[in-house]
T-cell receptor, first 116, second 116 residues
């Protein structure tokens, strides 16, 4: 049962344009969401997160939007740069701050390629 | 520099052999985790430990074992009972305390295990 889904395996974007990565979830108990970026043969690095009490969180070029009614979140990267080319994973947590500390459920990942 | 060190980076194993993957952290984090990544799939939780001398099974613990004798160390043994052990293994730890930062996992660079 895939509770977190990234339905687009890949995305190709021109440098300077916006990249939009999407993620859907099924578990309504998830209350904290994170995006990780991963280069080949390396561990994922944390990018940005959002609590379920918010609908938007922004950090520089990166903005995460959360639509709880649709159980959907998205990551916007503006402007996209070639160095952003990587695999992006969304992840979700249930009962954040409680007994589920750190137990993340990950999506399958989306390969982002930003062309110069 | 504080971080998580995984070794070896690449490991080859013959069928029927047990192998142990090392994970060491100097971040003074209490909780540690092992995830597995397969192509086209998200990261799946194998085992986690919230505190020394205690650990819990994750979603795919069968065929794996762990120990947590020291705060800094959380080795993972892939046993011969694991039917499909070829994968990329990632160790992670979590910042202690409360607040949104406590929901973020820090990952090591990973170990790639190939069964011949």
């Amino acid at each position: 049962d895939q509770q977190v889904k990234q339905n687009s395996p890949s995305l190709s974007v021109q440098e300077g344009r916006i990249s939009i990565l999407n993620c859907d979830y099924t578990n309504s108990m998830f209350d904290y969401f994170l995006w990780y970026k991963k280069y080949p043969a390396e561990g994922p690095t944390f990018l940005i997160s959002i609590s379920s009490i918010k609908d938007k969180n922004e950090d520089g070029r990166f903005t995460v939007f959360l639509n709880k009614s649709a159980k959907h979140l998205s990551l916007h990267i503006v402007p996209s740069q070639p160095g952003d080319s990587a695999v992006y994973f969304c992840a979700a947590m249930q009962n954040a701050g409680g007994t589920s500390y750190g137990k993340l459920t990950f999506g399958q990942g989306t390969i982002l390629t930003v062309h110069p | 520099d504080g971080g998580i060190t995984q070794s070896p980076k690449y490991l080859f194993r013959k069928e029927g052999q047990n192998v142990t993957l090392s994970c060491e952290q100097n971040l003074n984090h209490d909780a540690m985790y092992w995830y597995r990544q397969d192509p086209g799939q998200g990261l799946r939780l194998i085992y986690y430990s919230q505190i020394v001398n205690d650990f819990q099974k994750g979603d795919i613990a069968e065929g794996y074992s762990v120990s947590r004798e020291k705060k800094e160390s959380f080795p993972l043994t892939v046993t011969s009972a694991q039917k499909n052990p070829t994968a990329f293994y990632l160790c992670a730890s979590r910042h202690p305390g409360s607040g949104s930062g406590a929901n973020v996992l820090t990952f090591g660079a990973g170990s790639r295990l190939t069964v011949l």
